[in-house]
């Protein structure tokens, strides 16, 4: 992203390395930098903000403190500018594979062939590697017309867009495309809806038309080699066909997470999340977790919680990779 100071070289060396670019690890990386360390941030996608700006930047966020509602890209943007007051050096599309012990440190490698020696390591993970579930026919129209993501709303004004899915992110996408695009048409395979009683009602109040028990069966285009979507059609439990015009398809079937290499390190797992102390201190010496990612008793998976952790573990990391520095820090209106 030309906004960050993205670091392609294999070397860096810093005093705190955070894994992963999403509202916690962004938050981290300024806190850091309020607490005197330098930061590099790694992250296996191409862009800061995570799950957030992968799989919903449109979308409205209700849970973080001071903002009624935020849309989840303003969110990213804004989290990212408090972070830039400390020149984090950001290492996009590098995945980290692998953590060594290395003395007073630890020595991160990428799988984009960067090495990152550091005192300690947060890791803000989120839920790991995620992919989305694949729609069953159609993906050779995948970026032509059918799409998992819809990282900008407006790409599919004016456009007949069938939502496939039965979830929140399926209805939250139909209700919000409902004013922009020409038609939107709700595919689900089962009557019963997995999003919130209130998100349905919505979507049965709106002009989305809604069709259940259906699922797609075949995707089409206009027979050209590099065609792009023009028709869907939808089968019925009862065997009924129903052939829609559309330009979009958006198949918001839900995502599989994976945590990757983070199995490998050495941390202690509960529950597919890395078991942390009160400290959000891991199993493994100078390796700390907060957020989604992390485990320990009472959790509560919120992004304003997964912020309260951030700032816990850099306090624990200030002070144990320099005694010297207070555990707990001054009013940031002092600094």
């Avoid at 139909?174 to 709700?186: G, H, K, Q, Y």
């Avoid at 945590?259 to 010496?285: A, F, H, K, N, Y």
Wanted: glycine share 12%; with cysteine.
């Amino acid at each position: 992203m030309s906004d960050f100071a993205t670091a392609t070289g294999p070397e860096v060396t810093v005093d705190l390395l955070v894994i992963g670019a999403g509202p916690t690890g962004l938050y981290g990386a300024y806190y850091a930098g309020f607490r005197g360390l330098s930061v590099a941030v790694a992250d296996a996608l191409p862009e800061v903000g995570g799950q957030i700006a992968a799989l919903y930047p449109e979308k409205l966020v209700y849970d973080v403190a001071g903002f009624p509602a935020v849309r989840g890209q303003d969110l990213v943007d804004r989290l990212a500018e408090q972070a830039g007051r400390w020149n984090p050096t950001y290492l996009l599309g590098h995945g980290v594979t692998q953590l060594d012990d290395a003395g007073e440190g630890i020595v991160a490698t990428t799988d984009a062939g960067a090495r990152i020696t550091a005192g300690a390591v947060l890791v803000c993970g989120g839920i790991g590697n995620f992919v989305p579930r694949e729609l069953p026919v159609g993906s050779e129209y995948l970026g032509r017309g059918l799409r998992y993501f819809v990282p900008r709303l407006d790409e599919l004004a004016g456009q007949d867009v069938v939502v496939v899915g039965g979830g929140d992110s399926a209805l939250d996408w139909a209700l919000s495309l409902e004013p922009i695009a020409s038609s939107v048409t709700l595919v689900h395979r089962r009557t019963r809806f997995r999003a919130h009683e209130r998100t349905v009602e919505q979507v049965h109040a709106s002009s989305v038309r809604v069709l259940t028990p259906y699922e797609v069966e075949k995707i089409s285009g206009d027979g050209s080699v590099d065609a792009s979507v023009s028709e869907v059609v939808v089968a019925g439990s009862d065997g009924d066909r129903i052939s829609l015009s559309a330009q979009s398809v958006v198949a918001a079937l839900g995502f599989i997470a994976d945590l990757g290499p983070i199995e490998q390190w050495g941390l202690e797992l509960r529950r597919r999340r890395i078991l942390v102390d009160r400290t959000m201190r891991t199993s493994r010496e100078r390796v700390f977790a907060a957020g989604d990612i992390a485990d320990h008793d009472g959790k509560v998976s919120l992004i304003s919680i997964g912020f309260g952790e951030a700032a816990l573990a850099v306090n624990h990391i200030a002070s144990l990779l320099d005694p010297a520095r207070s555990l707990t820090p001054g009013h940031s209106s002092d600094a």
